[in-house]
């Protein structure tokens, strides 16, 4: 009977995580060229892939090498490279798709904010403030290709969320959904589109809500989801059963939040309830990336990732009471606060 190798030692395993940056960094590389979509028919070698993409053959063989020996693409022989499952996702056309967040997360950006991670250690405060005298969003709107990079991003990092909590929580119930911040409406749209009884309404920015009528008519929902322009640090609208808030709460402070759920508590219904669709960090020495997105948060944000514990003491602190965390199928959680 075949023994399971040796773990590897302490210093190879710490040489591997120190290395972290430079997958990352290879990934990213690799979304931006599209590399995936080239593979998509079948292997190729990298001598036609950089032809392709306009790259010298040999060093992007060298990149697409290291790759594969992390699972991200596979080397097949005479040095022809294919598409494992890790990659399929790197593809722009596969509905899961994580290509534009791969890119934005390790582009020179990201990586430069990262270097200066011993300002955000020692003041507690985010980087960009600090670098650029403006917040992270405001830097974003005078930035129109880096902030066109950034929504293209998160709306690749929503696809997979979006399917998972439409899947594992039961919706059931509720009669009017608030969407609050909700981009160009795929949360809502989905949900609507799973529960043919239900109203929606669509509440962000108005420059962000312009793009939710395609995305809405795709699904079949437009007739029954009212998109509504505004701030939610003014006020949010009134009369859903319940108000989801996806990718919101990680970005803000405590006292930020509180302003937040505490407009929704105020113009909510009778016995209604709060469902904050955020990942959470697992207590102690449990594994999680999680605790490196709190990173980011730090980095860019007055926001972080919070506990279990944390968001129970946030949501009773804004009027409601933890009902419980539903998990799903991704990185992904429900915390269900219910009004006092």
């Known amino acids: 009977m075949a023994q399971s190798p040796a773990p590897a030692p302490p210093s190879a395993q710490l040489m591997e995580m120190i290395f972290g940056f430079a997958l990352s ?50 080397e097949e022989a005479d040095e022809r490279f294919s598409l494992t499952p890790l990659s399929e996702l790197l593809r722009s056309d596969v509905p899961e798709s994580l290509r534009a967040f791969a890119a934005l997360m390790a582009d020179e950006m990201n ?30 709107e005078q930035h129109p290709v880096e902030g066109k990079a950034f929504h293209d ?61 395609d995305v809405l008519l795709a699904h079949g ?38 302003t937040i759920l505490g407009h929704c508590h105020a113009r909510m219904m009778p016995g209604g309830k709060v469902l904050i669709i955020e990942m959470v960090i697992p207590e102690r020495n449990v594994p999680a990336v999680s605790k490196f997105l709190d990173l980011e948060m730090l980095l860019f944000l007055t926001g972080r990732e919070r506990t279990a514990a944390e968001y129970r003491d946030l949501l009773n602190n804004a009027g409601f009471e933890l009902a419980g965390i539903v998990s799903t199928p991704s990185p992904y959680s429900v915390i269900e606060g219910v009004r006092k």
């Not at 509720?174 to 160009?184: P, Q, R, S, T, Y």
Request: charged share 15%; aromatic share 10%; net charge neutral.
């Open 25 to 74: 960094r290879s990934i990213a590389v690799a979304a931006q060229f599209g590399v995936a979509d080239l593979l998509k028919d079948g292997p190729q070698s990298a001598n036609d892939l950089a032809r392709s993409i306009g790259a010298h053959p040999r060093s992007l063989y060298r990149m697409l090498r290291a790759l594969a020996g992390a699972g991200i693409f596979a």
């Open 111 to 140: 990586f430069e904010t990262w270097a200066q991670l011993p300002y955000s250690i020692q003041n507690g405060k985010p980087v960009i403030p600090h670098k650029f005298g403006m917040s992270w969003f405001a830097w974003l």
């Open 153 to 213: 991003a998160m709306t690749s990092l929503s696809a997979g969320a979006v399917a998972a909590v439409a899947s594992a929580y039961d919706f059931s119930g509720i009669n009017k959904l608030v969407d609050v911040g909700g981009g160009h409406g795929l949360l809502l749209a989905s949900v609507l589109s799973k529960y043919p009884n239900m109203k929606g309404m669509l509440y962000d920015a108005p420059a962000v809500t312009r793009g939710a009528k």
């Open 221 to 258: 929902v437009a007739e029954r989801c009212e998109v509504v322009g505004g701030d939610f640090f003014q006020s949010v609208p009134e009369g859903g059963d319940a108000y989801i808030l996806k990718h919101i709460i990680h970005d803000w402070s405590d006292e930020e939040c509180l």
